[in-house]
């Protein structure tokens, strides 16, 4: 059974960075893509990033620059480097494994794992 256990997040003032980690269990994680996404209070839970088995990797535009998502297959590991951070960054960020790609994007209803979630709050 997969597992994806998320840590990092917290509260931070806008222009601040947080990483977020997420460690996975199971002996497929090298050739997973992975991804994080993010839901607000009232919204849809949304793409942000994702890493192919190649490491390849996928933004939305309005992340791009700012954050960086990146593995290490030998730790079952993916991250979220998020740096410049602004308000509007404020959600839940859920960790995902197995996710298709479609048009540079993933799409929340397809994600076969996902993680419990971490809080991220940037204040003004």
């Known amino acids: 059974q997969v597992q994806l256990v998320e840590s990092g997040g917290g509260l931070v003032q806008a222009g601040g960075s947080l990483r977020l980690s997420c460690a996975a269990s199971?002996?497929?994680?090298?050739?997973?893509?992975m991804g994080w996404f993010r839901q607000a209070p009232g919204k849809e839970r949304d793409f942000v990033a994702a890493?192919?088995?190649?490491?390849?990797?996928y933004y939305i535009d309005s992340v791009k620059g700012r954050f960086t998502i990146s593995r290490d297959n030998a730790k079952n590991t993916v991250y979220l480097q998020m740096n410049s951070l602004k308000p509007e960054d404020t959600a839940v960020y859920y960790c995902?494994?197995?996710?298709?790609?479609?048009?540079?994007?993933?799409?929340?209803?397809?994600?076969?794992?996902w993680g419990q979630g971490t809080q991220v709050t940037v204040s003004s």
């Open positions: 199971g002996r497929t994680f090298s050739s997973s893509t």
């Open positions: 890493i192919t088995w190649g490491s390849s990797t």
């Open positions: 995902a494994k197995d996710l298709p790609i479609f048009g540079s994007k993933g799409d929340a209803q397809t994600v076969r794992y």
